[in-house]
């Protein structure tokens, strides 16, 4: 009975918790709605009164980031340049990294940052027909901002393609590209009218350095497999010590497919795979992961070979 008794409590209180959620659900979905209502009608500091309290409390992360981004919009219409900063900022790290929410956020976060007085720098604004100078509170001005900031991270990102040619390794050479490709993903969510060919010039300079790296793996891997092969044929006994070298330069190989496995996924966000470029740097990458391949093949089977 007693247990029933608990049962029957419990209930009672998982339904009346659900009301409760439900009725707040109710007055910050009012709440937001009303704040919309007051961005629309150019009250500012009433949107800003009305959206913080969802931002605070919200649950759902949507409705969090609608109010979020509903404050930052309203300091930024209003002039309130270093608060609606921060406010971006604080907006972006609700997203992944490399997701257009996140990128437009940074974006104008950095622009606003630049601009102490709502001006960004190298961008003269048009007089309107009043004679209105525009500033970042205006949307369209906002847009040729984040747009110039994409071109001048384009540029600096053009000065970091030559460093792929100096990489030591495939695993740094993967790594600075992926960051070069990400910098050029979030250049072109703030700059979609960017040139084409960027990207390609790094996937190039990238697999011309892959092949050089490669071939001077190939020729030490190559002697190598000679050396011991030498052991086996002569009749030397394979010992354990020369099998543990074999199964670890059969690692050595799995971690140049790896790098080219990565190269190869890189390539398949450039575009079309019809693209004749793509097709020429596809089909270099798909030669060196059979020989490397093969390689590590080699290896293992020397690794594992009975006394």
Same mark, same amino acid.
């Given at each position: 009975?007693?247990?029933?008794?608990?049962?029957?409590?419990? @209930?009672?209180g998982?339904?009346?918790?659900?009301?409760?959620q439900?009725?707040?659900?109710?007055?910050?979905?009012?709440?937001?709605?009303?704040?919309? #209502?007051?961005? #629309?009608?150019? +009250?500012?500091?009433?949107?800003?009164?009305?959206? *913080?309290?969802?931002?605070?409390?919200?649950?759902?992360?949507?409705? %969090? +980031?609608?109010?979020?981004?509903?404050?930052? +919009?309203?300091?930024? %219409?209003?002039?309130?340049?270093?608060?609606? #900063?921060?406010?971006?900022?604080?907006?972006?790290?609700?997203?992944?990294?490399?997701?257009?929410?996140?990128?437009?956020a940074?974006?104008?976060?950095?622009? &606003?940052?630049?601009?102490?007085?709502?001006?960004?720098p190298?961008?003269?604004?048009?007089?309107?027909?009043?004679?209105?100078?525009?500033?970042?509170?205006?949307?369209?001005?906002?847009?040729?901002?984040?747009?110039?900031?994409?071109?001048?991270?384009?540029?600096?990102l053009?000065?970091?393609? @030559?460093?792929?040619?100096?990489?030591?390794t495939?695993?740094a &050479?993967?790594?600075?590209?992926?960051?070069?490709?990400?910098?050029?993903?979030a250049?072109?969510?703030? #700059?979609?009218?960017?040139?084409?060919?960027?990207?390609?010039?790094?996937? %190039?300079?990238?697999?011309?350095?892959?092949?050089?790296?490669?071939?001077?793996?190939?020729?030490?891997?190559? @002697?190598?497999?000679?050396?011991?092969?030498?052991?086996?044929?002569?009749g030397?006994?394979?010992?354990?010590? *020369?099998?543990?070298? @074999?199964?670890?330069?059969?690692?050595?190989c799995?971690?140049?497919?790896?790098?080219?496995?990565?190269?190869?996924?890189?390539?398949?966000?450039?575009?079309?795979?019809?693209?004749?470029?793509?097709?020429e740097?596809?089909?270099?990458?798909?030669?060196?992961?059979?020989?490397?391949?093969?390689?590590a093949?080699?290896?293992? *089977?020397?690794?594992t070979?009975?006394?």
């Amino acid at each position: 009975m007693k247990r029933l008794v608990c049962l029957v409590m419990v @209930a009672i209180g998982a339904a009346a918790a659900g009301a409760a959620q439900a009725e707040q659900a109710a007055d910050l979905d009012a709440k937001l709605a009303e704040a919309k #209502a007051a961005l #629309a009608a150019g +009250n500012f500091d009433a949107a800003v009164a009305a959206a *913080r309290p969802v931002a605070r409390d919200a649950r759902d992360n949507d409705v %969090k +980031n609608g109010a979020m981004r509903l404050v930052a +919009n309203a300091l930024r %219409k209003k002039g309130d340049w270093v608060p609606a #900063a921060k406010s971006y900022a604080e907006l972006k790290a609700r997203f992944e990294k490399t997701s257009d929410a996140c990128i437009i956020a940074e974006g104008t976060a950095a622009v &606003l940052q630049m601009s102490p007085e709502g001006v960004y720098p190298g961008l003269t604004p048009s007089a309107s027909g009043d004679d209105k100078k525009p500033t970042l509170a205006d949307d369209a001005y906002l847009a040729q901002a984040l747009a110039k900031l994409g071109e001048t991270r384009t540029e600096k990102l053009k000065l970091r393609v @030559a460093t792929l040619r100096a990489a030591a390794t495939p695993e740094a &050479l993967i790594a600075q590209l992926k960051e070069i490709l990400d910098g050029y993903h979030a250049a072109r969510v703030l #700059a979609p009218k960017l040139p084409q060919g960027a990207e390609m010039d790094a996937a %190039k300079a990238a697999d011309a350095r892959m092949e050089t790296l490669s071939l001077e793996a190939q020729q030490k891997l190559r @002697a190598k497999l000679a050396d011991m092969q030498r052991d086996i044929d002569q009749g030397d006994k394979f010992a354990d010590t *020369r099998r543990q070298e @074999a199964a670890d330069y059969s690692q050595i190989c799995q971690n140049l497919v790896a790098s080219e496995e990565a190269f190869r996924d890189a390539l398949k966000g450039l575009g079309a795979a019809k693209q004749p470029d793509v097709r020429e740097l596809t089909a270099s990458n798909q030669k060196r992961l059979r020989d490397e391949t093969a390689f590590a093949q080699q290896f293992q *089977r020397m690794a594992t070979r009975r006394r």
